[in-house]
């Protein structure tokens, strides 16, 4: 779904590198998410935002930073990256003011595959 | 806590045949949302189903649908003729009432149509 956009789409870095993961969208939603996949444990949670002004932290925050710069940016960092931070990805957005059933729903952006060496 | 269970890690089907895959959850909300995401080889993650629990009608989008047991906290999807298109990873997802945005997602079915 073009609508939600990340780049790089792949990136590979060394240990302690600061990487920034950038996330865009179209849609007009307010709430923004960072999630990682890792193989045989699903998508988790590592931030989310429901607006410019607020951040919240996910299960898994430790190590990340996020930063909205505004209602269609949500950018992913890793300070001081780690190997156990390879993974894939995903951005994500929702809009609360969607039809009844679908504001919860979520639409994914394609996912960055991370590396770190 | 909210989890999600997919208990079949791969599974494999014939072409134009039926499969279903099985999802189970535990929670102690009485209104959540549960979704069946695809993942295919692109990597990009495509909504295929969305159920609201007040809802007792299984929902059904074209050769997808649902089994919905709320007692059982039980969501399996059922994919008719399937397609050399469906072979991917589907995900289970469980998000609550609780505002906190949050989806939960299973670990995954790896699903191989087969020609």
């Known amino acids: 779904d073009a609508d939600v956009t990340q780049t790089p789409r792949n990136r590979i870095t060394k240990t302690g590198k600061r990487i920034m993961l950038e996330c865009s969208q179209t849609k007009g939603h307010d709430r923004m998410y960072w999630y990682r996949q890792d193989p045989g444990l699903g998508l988790r949670l590592i931030y989310y935002s429901f607006d410019v002004k607020d951040i919240n932290k996910g299960e898994i925050s430790d190590g990340y930073s996020v930063s909205r710069q505004a209602q269609a940016k949500f950018s992913l960092s890793l300070e001081s990256a780690i190997p156990n931070q390879t993974a894939l990805y995903f951005c994500?957005?929702?809009?609360?003011?969607?039809?009844?059933?679908?504001?919860?729903?979520?639409?994914f952006g394609p996912g960055t595959r991370l590396l770190v060496l | 806590a909210q989890t999600v269970t997919q208990s079949q890690p791969e599974m494999s089907v014939q072409e134009a045949e039926t499969v279903t895959l099985s999802c189970t959850y535990d929670?102690?909300?009485?209104?959540?949302?549960l979704f069946w995401y695809k993942q295919p080889p692109s990597r990009q993650m495509i909504l295929v189903i969305r159920?609201?629990?007040?809802?007792?009608q299984n929902a059904t989008e074209n050769r997808f649908s649902v089994n919905f047991q709320k007692a059982a906290k039980s969501f399996s999807l059922k994919i008719s003729d399937s397609q050399l298109g469906d072979t991917a990873m589907y995900f289970c997802a469980f998000h609550g009432s609780s505002n906190t945005g949050k989806l939960i997602f299973g670990q995954g079915t790896t699903l191989q149509v087969k020609p």
């Open positions: 929670t102690s909300e009485s209104n959540y949302y």
């Open positions: 994500a957005t929702s809009d609360p003011r969607a039809l009844a059933g679908a504001e919860e729903t979520q639409y």
């Open positions: 159920q609201e629990a007040y809802k007792q």
